[in-house]
């Protein structure tokens, strides 16, 4: 098992930083991935950025590439996401998600943190 709990949530103005961090505890050398997902009130969830656990590779959706930037502090257990240049429609619970194999799904979620910008 994997749990995963998020912190950095807040609100922001436009234009402005905030960091999120994922903290993971359990079985964390199992994962192999870790991704940020958000969900806007009355939308479906989406997918933010992933960063593989052991390599470090990352990935993001377009929506925030060049704003935002996802790393890992293995020792520390834990990923973050820079988020810079933030805009209202950056407004969202965040969740960040682990993926064990052999599972091909994100199986282990937080709790989901809050991030509003206003305008």
């Known amino acids: 098992q994997v749990q995963l709990v998020e912190s950095g949530g807040g609100l922001v103005q436009a234009g402005g930083s905030l960091r999120l961090s994922c903290a993971a505890s359990g079985r964390t050398l199992s994962i192999y991935r870790v991704g940020w997902f958000r969900q806007a009130p009355g939308k479906e969830r989406e997918f933010v950025a992933h960063i593989t656990w052991s390599g470090g590779n990352t990935y993001y959706a377009d929506s925030v590439k060049g704003r935002h930037t996802i790393s890992r502090d293995n020792a520390k257990n834990t990923v973050y996401l820079q988020m810079n240049s933030l805009k209202p429609e950056d407004t969202a619970v965040y969740y960040c998600?682990?993926?064990?194999?052999?599972?091909?799904?994100?199986?282990?979620w937080g709790q989901g943190t809050q991030v509003t910008v206003s305008s």
């Open positions: 998600a682990a993926r064990v194999p052999p599972s091909w799904a994100y199986d282990y």
